[in-house]
């Protein structure tokens, strides 16, 4: 008798142990994957019945809220701003998921975060159903505004930040779209707003600013400027070599400049003029006598090739190595052509940068993350960050005063702003035959102790002529720096 009850004890134990075993497994180790899954209603019926934290701008004006539906999902986002802040907050979908901040930050905007842990248990003790806290971004509203109108639907992308925090002022991305065609309950509605966003060719949903790469045309030449003074060898009244047609090795074919004229008198041009008139035999060959390494070097001092997150994503810009530097392509690199990509946010870090004394910053979109209702208290509070040197005290002095050159005599005169100390580069930069090209600018301004550094890019802008950066991109760049300053 003592041996079945035996047998029987030890299946009625290994039934309770593989009954523990499954549980576990299903809520500790698979709980994740499981409440991930698309299929899962009952989790998002918990995620879209908490209140989500606001994402709110300087000013305390909020951008992005959740309102009370009567319906089983109790919330629903809405963007009162509609398209202005759309490539940045990014939407909050049933049926799509998340973008831009809320997918970055949503573990504070949905309250599950670890920060949040005792608030919560506090909240429980007390019977109070737990809320998302809020964010606050380092968008300047003014400022924002100011691009996006002096944008006027060409696609494109405007950047602005403190130099000297890194913190983003503006960053809008055109075309944009409705987040709140995203973030409606209606099913059909919201399949509908995702086809078509995603079957335009001008690509709304992208985030001009931080996730399309462009060829940066002659605002490298900044970099490339840079590595010539920080290797010791040149001045800004050092003289370059700058023909006509500069012959290019390996290859029968020659760099031209775009006035189809040398760019001084016996073919000879200072430095500090090449960057003025934007010369670019003359980086060109300047490219060639530094090298393809000294060139790898300085860009990644200015943040080339490093990967960032602000918190949002952002892709990697490149200066090539390899073959895609080798012979006659060296010269092409020098001047932001070739195989160079670039953000509009790693361009606007050229002239935060060297505004900065030669300091890179850490671009910075969120300013707080608080309670959620305005009560004030501070949850998280990110500090200004350093990326690095990119060059000397003394280099990007002589680099400020260079740029300030091409804004009062140069090619960006446009970009000028009574009362205030304006540098700038202008780029106008080729992608392919017959294809009008990209006009860039980017720059800096100083007024009473106030600083701010704009990057701008417009996609085919109109003939090759009109799209030179200096007449299409400049005057973009004007307008913000002017509500930045005056902000």
């Known amino acids: 008798m003592n041996r079945p ?231 800004a009244e050092s003289m370059l070599n700058g023909p006509q047609e500069l012959d290019l090795p390996q290859t029968g074919n020659t760099l031209k400049n775009d006035e189809g004229t040398a760019c001084g008198p016996n073919n000879q041009v200072s430095l500090a003029d090449a960057l003025k008139i934007s010369c670019n035999t003359a980086f060109g060959d300047l490219g060639e006598q530094l090298g393809a390494s000294a060139l790898e070097e300085q860009a990644g001092k200015f943040g080339f090739g490093q990967s960032l997150s602000i918190p949002t994503s952002v892709a990697t810009s490149r200066y090539p190595t390899g073959d895609a530097v080798a012979g006659p392509l060296l010269a092409y690199s020098a001047i932001g052509q070739g195989s160079d990509v670039a953000t509009p946010l790693q361009v606007a870090m050229l002239s935060a940068a060297i505004a900065n004394d030669g300091v890179v910053m850490k671009p910075n979109l969120v300013a707080k993350v608080s309670e959620a209702g305005g009560s004030g208290s501070v949850i998280e509070q990110p500090s200004p960050s350093e990326l690095g040197r990119a060059v000397s005290s003394s280099t990007a002095k002589t680099l400020q005063q260079m740029m300030e050159l091409v804004v009062s005599n140069g090619t960006g005169t446009r970009a000028q702003i009574d009362g205030a100390t304006v540098g700038g580069k202008t780029g106008t930069a080729q992608h392919g035959a017959g294809l009008p090209p990209y006009a860039w600018f980017t720059s800096f301004a100083e007024k009473d102790g106030k600083k701010v550094a704009v990057a701008v890019v417009i996609e085919d802008g109109g003939s090759t002529e009109s799209a030179y950066g200096g007449r299409l991109s400049a005057p973009v760049a004007k307008t913000v720096m002017e509500a930045a300053l005056d902000g």
């Not at 606001?54 to 309102?67: D, F, H, N, W």
């Not at 403190?162 to 987040?179: F, K």
């Not at 509605?189 to 985030?207: K, R, S």
């Open 5 to 235: 009850l035996r047998r029987l004890s030890l299946v009625v134990a290994f039934l309770f142990f593989a009954l523990f075993a499954s549980t576990t497994w299903i809520q500790f180790v698979s709980a994740d994957r499981l409440n991930a899954m698309p299929g899962n209603s009952r989790q998002l019926y918990a995620e879209f019945g908490r209140e989500r934290g606001a994402i709110l701008v300087q000013g305390g004006a909020a951008v992005a809220t959740s309102e009370r539906v009567d319906d089983p999902y109790t919330f629903q986002r809405a963007y009162a701003a509609g398209q202005l802040y759309a490539p940045v907050t990014g939407y909050y979908s049933l049926r799509y998921g998340t973008a831009g901040i809320e997918r970055a930050e949503n573990d504070v905007l949905s309250g599950s975060a670890d920060e949040l842990f005792y608030r919560n248990l506090s909240s429980l003790l007390t019977g109070e159903k737990p809320k998302g806290a809020d964010v606050t971004l380092t968008l300047q509203p003014k400022v924002q505004q100011a691009a996006w109108d002096a944008l006027a639907g060409r696609k494109g992308a405007v950047v602005a930040l403190d130099p000297e925090t890194g913190n983003v002022l503006a960053m809008v991305s055109s075309p944009s779209y409705d987040p709140n065609t995203l973030a409606s309950h209606d099913g059909a509605a919201q399949q509908q707003a995702w086809t078509q966003l995603n079957g335009d060719e001008d690509d709304p949903l992208v985030n001009r600013a931080t996730s399309a790469l462009y060829p940066p045309g002659s605002t490298f030449k900044l970099v490339t400027a840079a590595a010539a003074l920080e290797s010791g060898k040149y001045t």
